[in-house]
């Protein structure tokens, strides 16, 4: 069965320190988007992404993130220059058809 | 925005009892219900939807029932099982994006 599959599954920076969060979705979905669910709270919207361009973006989403589909499988999400508050969990999802969310494992990052 | 709140936080029941996780919307032109369910160091997975033209949809142990006037929605599991223990999301999204407002989630433990 498909996955979206996610690097790193863990990654540990340090405060200022750009990251980038990498995606490969599932190969025929259309949608794809980025959640982030800090620790204890509630799984929240980031950023989607749709015919090569963002489609909708949350509060969250301010000019310290950005994503970016380089080549046409990756979909990755940077951000620029790391806060302590940025830790957390970031969840890529892919649908082929919008509403049907398909989630990748995550990637945990630490920001000491 | 849309809000979602989501009750109980956490949840314990014994093997066979019925177990029932409440969600309420904010924003009434919410129209797809998703749940998701996210066992221990794994990916959320849809587990079942509504839609907001039926009041009900079953799969085998697992039921949603949708009341659009009060704009609350419910999940039902009977017959539990030490196997449906996990967090528990549900979400509202609206048509258009249909991208989904994760309530907070519900730890369910089922006692063997």
């Known amino acids: 069965e498909p996955e979206v599959t996610q690097t790193p599954s863990h990654q540990v920076t340090q405060m200022g320190q750009e990251v980038i969060l990498r995606c490969v979705p599932i190969s025929n979905h259309l949608y794809f988007y980025w959640y982030r669910q800090i620790l204890g709270q509630k799984v929240e919207f980031l950023v989607s992404?749709?015919?090569?361009?963002?489609?909708?973006k949350s509060e969250i989403f301010d000019d310290q993130f950005s994503v970016e589909r380089p080549d046409g499988s990756n979909f990755t999400l940077k951000i620029r220059s790391t806060k302590l508050e940025d830790s957390a969990m970031y969840f890529c999802?892919?649908?082929?058809?919008?509403?049907?969310?398909?989630f990748g494992e995550g990637s945990r990052l630490t920001v000491l | 925005g849309e809000n979602v709140e989501q009750h109980p936080s956490t949840l314990s029941v014994q093997e066979g009892d019925s177990a029932v996780i409440k969600c309420t919307y904010s924003d009434s032109a919410s129209n797809y219900f998703p749940w998701y369910k996210q066992e221990l160091g794994k990916r959320p997975q849809l587990i079942i939807d509504?839609?907001?033209?039926?009041g009900e949809k079953k799969d085998q142990r697992i039921a949603v029932t949708l009341n659009k006037t009060a704009k609350h929605f419910s999940l039902h599991i009977t017959e539990t099982q030490p196997e449906d223990s996990a967090v528990y999301f549900c979400a509202a999204s609206k048509g258009g994006s249909y991208i989904p407002t994760f309530g907070r989630g519900t730890s369910l433990i089922v006692h063997p």
């Open positions: 992404f749709y015919n090569n361009e963002i489609s909708e």
């Open positions: 509504i839609r907001s033209n039926v």
């Open positions: 999802a892919s649908s082929e058809i919008a509403g049907e969310l398909f």
